[in-house]
């Protein structure tokens, strides 16, 4: 499966500090670069890498969801 994109806005950040998140919708995109926008995503996500399990076990647990949809 390939993704397209929608074209980044221009300018496109090149500094390293110009965080940006993108943000995909039903019906269009958002581009969200207020430090507060920023950070509560950066906080969103740092608080699921934490949660998220390794691959292993994620497999094993999407099989034992699948096994159990099945029967």
């Known amino acids: 499966?390939?993704?397209d994109f929608p074209p980044m806005p221009?300018?496109?950040p090149d500094a390293a500090e110009e965080r940006m998140v993108?943000?995909?919708?039903l019906t269009?995109?958002?581009?969200?670069?207020?430090p507060g926008e920023v950070?509560?995503?950066a906080a969103a996500h740092e608080q699921l890498?934490?949660?998220?399990l390794a691959p292993k076990p994620t497999r094993?647990?999407?099989r034992s969801i699948?096994?159990?949809l099945t029967t």
Do not use: F, H, K, N
């Not at 993108?22 to 919708?25: I, K």
């Not at 890498?49 to 998220?52: F, G, T, V, Y």
């Open 39 to 41: 950070a509560a995503y």
């Open 10 to 12: 221009a300018p496109y």
């Open 1 to 3: 499966m390939i993704l």
């Open 22 to 25: 993108y943000v995909d919708t």
């Open 66 to 68: 699948a096994a159990d």
């Open 60 to 62: 094993d647990t999407l």
């Open 28 to 34: 269009g995109v958002l581009y969200l670069e207020r």
């Open 49 to 52: 890498q934490a949660l998220a």
